[in-house]
């Protein structure tokens, strides 16, 4: 159903909302909130603390005060609280508060504290007279993601006009398997998670709509597994001498986690079946070399191998470091870059070189499986950062040879149990150890206040020659959430450091040319602080690179945060990382405080798995994971599970499912199919 078929739903709105990738009536409800905003009892000025935002019951002193600065009117108050201690209060743009809200009259002030200097402030707060507040105590207000032009209300407005018009998603789960997994109603979690009346319904809701989501990927990733049969391989790989004489001039021994691996690809790529293989491993394990040791098997055996990555950076970068490497050792093999920002003639020599099957080594993005890329004898695919490449995308890669080998990398820490139910078509190979000459990171957990030191830290390496990379969860100022955001920072940061030191932001919104001339001005030392998002989550290797600061490290679990991490400790420098909190909840503290003690990223992710619990439902994203709309791999692992279990007893038909329920629930899956699998990386 289209949106303007909704009461009140022009196209005006209809634009906005498309920006937000809402194009549908099923897309609206289905465009869950990110977080939760609890309306809480006020408390009194000395109660402030390190809270974000409060509720605070007061009187305005006297006359609001209006203040222009530029096109903006500044409203400033002062507000004191019944035990006579006062607080600055501002609004922006909202002239007529100034006649609504006057002296000696007591309101509820709700709003975000922004510390200026020495000062606190309450910014921008909503207004109640205390009858109207009490309505709204303890009260769960959803929080979107929005764009400019798109507010709550006007996403809670939409919400509720569609169901009083009676829109309905369609129930695709059999009564009696809800029952047995105490999953309520579809369209009761729908409505339950956007107007959630407590922390219980909306936990139920949560979990029936995880459920769902973890039911329709793995149901569809079961289906294309079983449309594929075991394939036999016309490419059976013996090891190379060439080989064997590279590794034994690299300047390090491999690891016995790496040896294994390799002996295990190797059996693989060996045997008369094709190699389905993911190697596993923290970042900095060494899974790069493993798989240009394979690559070097099947390039001297006579084919052509392809290295696959996430960007255009790492692509780059892969291509260079292999290059040089080749170029050092006297290995004659020829390497070809393909990335989307080639010119169109660099692109038709690339196509030219692979066809003719000069280009032996091909490295590049998802230039690499585009229609116009056509191989001699592709015979081995590897692709890394598992998590950023589905099913699909390697299917497509296999396609362009006959019937190539496959092996995918990926240093996303996921558990065993878990990466058997999501990587169900893939032998799984693990490396624990790190390279003998890595320095473990050091690591603290401070909260806000540390934040001069951490400065004069990354001045002190920045004029040691290192560069530093600070990361923050938003791109640009959230009204709602004081959370450090990247634009506004980097400048702070330029104002706060010394001239000499170099600062740029780069975050995912930008456009690619220039994320790429930024990453590649950070990798060549030209940029000493790099202010981002989590986008270099998967970004360049810069040994150079010795701090690693996250702000607002609350909110991203933990196995995000020790994916950024990996992007220190790659030289031969001693590298730390700073975890700043806004939070100093002990139990917050203490989840933090798992990162000082532990670099393996497979322990941190059971430890956060078990701190956090399955149904912690805030924070409901973890950087790095697949993009959900609500599940979470780690947190909900238990519903993984569950959904394994029912999807084991469709498929041995333990269920009695009527022909009706079926026909809705694969109309349901095609759907699915249709909308989501690209977003996911299906």
Same mark, same amino acid.
């Given at each position: 159903m289209q949106l303007t078929q909704l009461k009140g739903v022009g196209e005006k709105t209809r634009e906005l909302f498309e920006k937000l990738g809402i194009h549908t009536v099923e897309d +609206? +409800?289905? @465009? @869950? &909130? $990110?977080? @939760?905003d609890e309306y809480q009892p006020p408390i009194t000025i000395g109660e402030?603390?390190?809270?974000?935002?409060a509720a605070i019951e007061g009187v305005i002193v006297k006359k609001l005060d209006i203040q222009r600065k530029g096109k903006l009117q500044v409203i400033k108050g002062l507000i004191r609280d019944n035990r006579g201690e006062t607080l600055p209060v501002t609004w922006f743009n909202m002239p007529f508060l100034r006649q609504t809200l006057q002296p000696g009259f007591r309101y509820v002030f709700r709003g975000r504290l922004k510390r200026m200097g020495n000062e606190i402030q309450l910014q921008q707060p909503e207004t109640f007279p205390l009858g109207k507040y009490e309505e709204k105590l303890l009260s769960m207000q959803p929080v979107y993601s929005l764009t400019k032009g798109v507010t709550?209300? +006007?996403i809670q407005k939409c919400i509720r006009t569609a169901l009083e018009q009676g829109i309905v998603l369609d129930e695709f789960l059999p009564v009696h398997i809800r029952q047995n997994y105490n999953l309520i109603g579809r369209m009761e979690a729908v409505e339950m998670l956007h107007f959630p009346k407590d922390r219980d319904g909306l936990h139920r809701a949560r979990h029936r709509l995880v459920f769902d989501e973890f039911f329709l990927f793995l149901y569809t990733l079961q289906t294309m597994k079983e449309s594929g049969v075991t394939a036999k391989s016309p490419y059976v790989i013996v090891p190379a001498k060439q080989t064997e004489e590279f590794q034994r001039k690299l &300047?390090? /021994?491999l690891t016995r986690g790496q040896q294994k691996a390799l002996s295990q690809i190797r059996s693989d790529?060996? !045997? %008369?079946?094709?190699?389905n293989r993911l190697i596993q491993g923290d970042v900095g394990s060494g899974k790069t070399i493993l798989s240009v040791l394979a690559l070097m098997d099947v390039i001297f055996a006579g084919y052509q191998g392809a290295l696959m990555a996430p960007t255009e950076v790492l692509a780059r970068q892969h291509y260079i470091s292999i290059k040089e490497m080749f170029d050092e050792y006297n290995v004659p093999i020829q390497i070809q870059l393909l990335t989307g920002s080639m010119t169109a003639k660099e692109k038709r020599m690339a196509y030219e070189e692979i066809e003719q099957g000069r280009a032996q080594l091909i490295v590049g993005t998802h230039a690499l499986i585009q229609e116009k890329v056509i191989y001699q004898n592709l015979a081995l695919v590897v692709t890394d950062e598992q998590h950023r490449f589905g099913v699909r995308q390697r299917e497509n890669l296999a396609q362009k040879g006959n019937s190539p080998h496959i092996m995918v990398m990926s240093a996303t820490p996921i558990p065993r149990s878990l990466a058997i139910v999501l990587y169900g078509d893939l032998d799984v190979s693990v490396i624990r150890e790190l390279p003998a000459n890595r320095l473990p990171i050091k690591n603290c957990v401070v909260d806000t206040s540390f934040r001069p030191n951490a400065y004069q830290f990354i001045t002190k390496q920045a004029a040691q020659g290192h560069q530093a990379y600070i990361i923050c969860p938003m791109v640009e100022e959230n009204e709602e959430l004081d959370i450090e955001n990247v634009i506004d920072y980097a400048k702070m940061l330029e104002e706060q450091l010394p001239s000499t030191v170099r600062v740029q932001y780069l975050h995912g919104k930008m456009k690619n040319d220039l994320k790429n001339q930024i990453m590649e001005d950070f990798a060549r030392g030209e940029i000493q602080v790099l202010v981002s998002t989590t986008v270099v989550e998967v970004g360049v290797n810069v040994p150079n690179a010795t701090v690693m600061m996250v702000e607002? %490290? /609350?909110r991203f679990g933990l196995a995000g945060l020790h994916q950024l991490r990996g992007r220190v400790g790659r030289g031969s420098a001693q590298s730390y990382c700073i975890f700043v909190s806004g939070s100093k909840k002990k139990e917050t503290m203490d989840r933090l405080e798992i990162l000082n003690h532990s670099n393996d990223g497979f322990e941190i992710a059971r /430890?956060?798995?078990k701190l956090r619990g399955p149904g912690d439902f805030f924070g409901? $994203?973890? !950087?790095g994971d697949m993009d959900f709309r609500i599940g979470n791999i780690y947190t909900d692992a238990d519903v993984l599970g569950e959904v394994s279990q029912v999807l084991k007893e469709l498929k041995e038909d333990k269920w009695d499912i009527e022909e009706g329920q079926w026909q809705v629930l694969h109309a349901v899956l095609e759907q699915y199919q249709k909308n989501s699998l690209e977003k996911l990386n299906i």
């Open positions: +609206l +409800l289905t @465009y @869950y &909130p $990110r977080d @939760y402030i603390d390190n809270k974000i935002v709550n209300h +006007l &300047p390090f /021994e790529l060996g !045997s %008369a079946n094709v190699m607002n %490290a /609350e /430890e956060d798995l409901m $994203r973890q !950087s």
